[in-house]
């Protein structure tokens, strides 16, 4: 079965500072991947996505991920963040599974940016 | 663009009663998704429409739960009888075909059974 792991609850970063929120996965066969913001009381909304190509892909809002085949992650970065980014970020594959195409979020990830 | 639209946005009812959530997709989207999301979790896939055709209920508990898209546009995911552990946001979400496998999710409908 295909699974998403984001191990954590919450990641806390100071305004101006590199962010990195970690997604990793197990999936048969080739994924797609993406990452979708969830602002409060608001609904998800699409961030990026990798389905092939460049293993570095950029998204909305100055984010950008990088799909690592060897090490299956789909971590999510930003060089600089801001308060305004303070959200709940999910990961999410596609692939595959049991003769459906499946698609499986992760449990998200609070990111807090301390001005 | 209207995004996607989903009523009511809030719905509090007792257990064993029934309750409908409606979803009207973006305009020329094809496919349509209901995804249930508990506190704290992601979401999950309750059923995948091709237009009116679902292809995907694997994971929809049809012993009280129901989903309908007659004219392949706009949908209803109905619960007959809710349990209290149908408590969640119910998301609706569609995606065009051919548009690059990306999702548009709308506000969801938050069900409080109690």
């Known amino acids: 079965a295909q699974s998403v792991a984001q191990p954590e609850d919450q990641v806390n970063v100071a305004e101006g500072n590199p962010l990195t929120v970690k997604c990793t996965y197990s999936?048969?066969?080739?994924?797609?991947l993406f990452w979708y913001v969830q602002y409060p009381n608001r609904g998800l909304q699409f961030l990026l996505k990798?389905?092939?190509?460049?293993?570095l892909v950029k998204g909305s809002y100055g984010f950008e991920a990088e799909f690592n085949k060897s090490q299956t992650s789909f971590h999510l970065k930003k060089p600089s963040a801001l308060v305004s980014d303070s959200a709940l970020y999910f990961c999410?594959?596609?692939?595959?599974?049991?003769?459906?195409?499946?698609?499986?979020f992760g449990i998200g990830t609070k990111l807090q940016v301390i001005p | 663009e209207a995004g996607v639209v989903q009523s009511p946005r809030y719905k509090i009812i007792e257990k064993k009663q029934p309750v409908a959530f409606w979803c009207n997709p973006i305009?020329?989207?094809?496919?349509l998704y209901w995804y249930r999301q508990n506190l704290g979790q992601g979401p999950e896939l309750l059923i995948r429409?091709?237009?009116?055709?679902?292809?995907?209920d694997s994971q929809l508990p049809k012993d009280r739960f129901s989903a309908e898209r007659l004219k392949g546009v706009d949908s209803t995911l109905k619960i007959q009888p809710a349990e209290l552990g149908d408590s969640a946001v119910y998301l609706c979400?569609?995606?065009?075909?051919?548009?690059?496998?990306?999702?548009?999710f709308g506000p969801g409908t938050r069900l409080l059974v109690l």
């Open positions: 979400a569609s995606k065009e075909r051919g548009g690059g496998e990306t999702q548009y």
């Open positions: 999936v048969s066969g080739n994924p797609y």
């Open positions: 990798y389905i092939t190509g460049d293993n």
């Open positions: 999410a594959v596609r692939a595959f599974s049991g003769g459906y195409q499946k698609v499986t």
């Open positions: 305009s020329g989207h094809n496919t």
């Open positions: 429409y091709e237009n009116e055709e679902a292809v995907d």
